[in-house]
């Protein structure tokens, strides 16, 4: 039996980076242009790049052996001197396909994906205390959620203050310290849900504690719910039950759906058929 003939590799070339890239402003700037082809910006990564980076320029080239293999079998070791890479941006783009950078990069695009969908409420909110010339910069809990060092943390935590602060009546005094509480206690449960997801053991005693003093917290504060979502929920109920009224009055006959027969329509079309042999 032959051999099939396997489909032509092609040997895909990402485009080349422009040379221009020479900081880190310059670098993020590129990465939030190219979003379809680049990964976004790890912070880590960088950080590590310069460190890379600083050592190579300590001695410029290294020396790397290298083995291969004649013809007639004969193994030939020779000594390849290799020039280091001493620019930061270069040394990014060489340490960002490591598996630890990348799959931080993937959390953060995640992350960003699922901002992006904010109403003109949450916008509002973000606006006002994440923005560089916001005039609450000075916001307790918005200073605290840009010192979590884990982007995915602190993307997390982030929403969530988005997502009180959208849907609840909260000040500036006791209730901002009891929101700080209840973020502190949720970003602890998120921990354990991303350790539980990269396969690491987690003590459930632990885990239901915090459960715990988070239920209790959260029903001990009664946050009074912002009236505009109080009205939402109301003309929702109201259109609800007005639709319901109409369907039992007979007043509104909703267009009848066909759906194709399936295998258990058979089933069941067979087994009455059977049965009504039976009583003939």
Not at 96 to 115: D, F, P, S, W
Not at 154 to 170: A, D, L, Q, W
Request: proline share 3%.
């Amino acid at each position: 039996m032959g051999r099939i003939a396997s489909a032509p590799k092609t040997k895909y070339r990402r485009k080349n980076r422009p040379d221009s890239i020479k900081t880190k402003e310059d670098l993020i700037f590129y990465l939030n242009s190219h979003e379809d082809s680049e990964l976004p910006f790890v912070e880590d990564c960088w950080n590590a790049a310069v460190i890379k980076a600083t050592e190579n320029s300590k001695k410029e080239v290294s020396t790397k052996n290298i083995i291969t293999k004649t013809a007639d079998g004969d193994v030939i070791k020779e000594e390849k001197t290799i020039k280091l890479i001493t620019d930061p941006v270069k040394q990014y783009f060489k340490m960002c396909g490591l598996n630890v950078y990348k799959k931080k990069a993937m959390e953060i695009k995640t992350q960003k994906r699922l901002t992006e969908h904010l109403d003109e409420h949450e916008q509002e909110i973000v606006e006002t205390y994440f923005s560089d010339n916001s005039e609450k910069l000075n916001d307790e809990i918005a200073q605290w959620i840009g010192s979590i060092v884990n982007p995915s943390e602190r993307e997390y935590v982030k929403g969530r203050y988005i997502n009180y602060m959208n849907n609840y009546e909260i000040n500036d005094g006791a209730d901002k310290s009891s929101l700080k509480g209840v973020l502190s206690l949720e970003l602890a449960l998120y921990r354990i849900d991303a350790d539980r997801a990269a396969g690491k053991s987690s003590v459930v005693a632990e885990e239901e504690k915090l459960r715990k003093a988070l239920r209790e917290t959260f029903e001990a504060l009664k946050w009074n719910k912002k009236q505009r979502n109080i009205r939402e929920e109301l003309a929702q109920n109201k259109f609800t039950v007005w639709l319901d009224n109409m369907v039992k009055e007979g007043e509104f006959v909703p267009n009848p759906k066909h759906y194709e027969p399936d295998e258990v329509d058979f089933i069941i079309e067979t087994s009455i058929e059977a049965q009504r042999k039976m009583l003939e």
